[in-house]
Every structure is written in C-alpha cells, then in structure tokens.
C-alpha cells in the first residue's frame, strides 16, 4: 500500500502468501503509516509495526469490528503468531 511503511508493506506481501484467506485488509488510520487492520466477519486486527523497525514484530489488538469493542488487549506479536491469531479467528 503506498501510504504504508516498509514494515507494514512486507507483512502484506508475506500474509499475501500464506494459505490464510477470506479476510479483507481495512485502513482506518490513512494518517499512520505503520497501522493496518485485518477484517476477518466481524472482528478487526489492529496490528502496528510502530517501533518495530526490523523486528519482524507487531503490536496486536482485537476488536469487534462494529463496534470498536476490544476483546484481546495490545499484545506484541512475531509474525508467526500473528497468522496463528488469523488462523485462531477463522475457526
């Protein structure tokens, strides 16, 4: 995405890759270039890569997409866990 930062660019391009599919990526914060939400039916990933230059890690939030209600705190997440938290709501 152009108004997104490399970080955020190379987790689009890997998640792009993955077998995960049915979910719809949703930029509510066109201003932060290191934010991306991950909409899977009615539960929004928040995920930043805020501080996370070259970590290969990301901030995590959960929330009820209608409503902005947060069902799993800020948590920091490698990518790996970030898939198994897709995978995990998909079920």
């Known amino acids: 995405m152009e108004n997104k930062n ?24 066109e201003a932060d270039t290191t934010a ?3 909409q899977i039916e009615n539960t929004l990933i928040y995920v930043s890569a805020f501080n996370y230059d ?6 995590v939030i ?13 948590e920091e997440s490698t990518y790996d866990e970030l898939i198994n938290i897709i ?5």
């Open 6 to 29: 490399t970080e955020i660019n190379k987790l689009l391009i890997k998640l792009s890759r993955e077998s995960v599919r049915n979910y719809k990526l949703v930029d509510f914060w």
């Open 36 to 38: 991306i939400g991950i």
């Open 54 to 59: 070259g970590t290969h890690k990301y901030n």
């Open 62 to 74: 959960i929330e009820k997409y209608d409503t902005g209600e947060i069902i799993e705190e800020e």
């Open 87 to 91: 995978q995990k709501i998909k079920e």
